[in-house]
């Protein structure tokens, strides 16, 4: 079943920016990119923009979880909802994590109506217990040198990005731990199909250009990515 789950509201232009959408809304968002920014890495500016609403987290038992959070903070906002998507794409990104195999989850109907009246796509993605393989991964490993200061952007930015890798094709199971004696560093490991899933899908897509607005300027250094290959593996 779903233990934990996240959930955002993005909205993207091709054509409009992202700066002009908190004042339709009258909310503020958790992060922003805009049209013709660099990416940090390639240099190339970005060809759309980019305004996104994480809701919170839970902190005890018997709170909202992030999609009833997110659907509370847009109550009433239908109307500028639609009058945004004249110009803008919108979406409600929710990610599910499972303690097992099977992800089950369960939408109140008032909770649907609600998602209905806000007229935005509901993109759904469930994570769920490592699966059985017939053929051993690759696995992508990167330690993430984050801005000191900037840890609980990063970890609320990264909770969106990781359902773009987790959609891609080839992908397996991701971990992100953070660090002991250094608590800006995070050690990444994504296990692939290939390391072409990695190297030409992934990276070869537009979402991967999501991906890199939403986690690469947190960096300094821009850290660098090896691929390695299980030889051994024991437990205890």
Partial sequence: MITHSTASLSII???????????VLGLEPSRTAEIGD???????????????????????????????????LLRGKAPALE?????YTTEIVYGGFSDSGQGSFVFSAALLADLGALGCDLL???????????????????????IAG??????????????????????RELTLSRGIETPNHYLLLIDW??????EVGFRGSPSYDEWRSL??????PMPEVAHYTELARLRG
């Fill in 215 to 220: 986690l690469h300027h947190f960096y300094e």
């Fill in 150 to 171: 900037r840890e609980a952007e990063f970890e609320s930015a990264f909770a969106t990005a990781q359902q773009l890798v987790a959609a891609a094709p080839g992908f």
């Fill in 193 to 198: 199909d290939s390391v072409e899933a990695h």
């Fill in 38 to 72: 660099r990416k940090s890495l390639s240099g190339l500016p970005r060809k759309y923009s980019l305004w996104v609403l994480d809701a919170p987290e839970p902190e005890e038992r018997g709170d909202l979880d992030p999609l009833e959070s997110l659907v509370k």
């Fill in 83 to 87: 009058a945004l998507r004249e110009n």
């Fill in 13 to 23: 232009s091709e054509t409009h920016a992202a700066a002009d959408i908190s004042a």
């Fill in 124 to 146: 759904g993605t469930a994570y769920l217990e490592e699966p059985e393989y017939d053929t051993p991964s690759v696995r992508e490993e990167v330690v993430l040198p984050v």
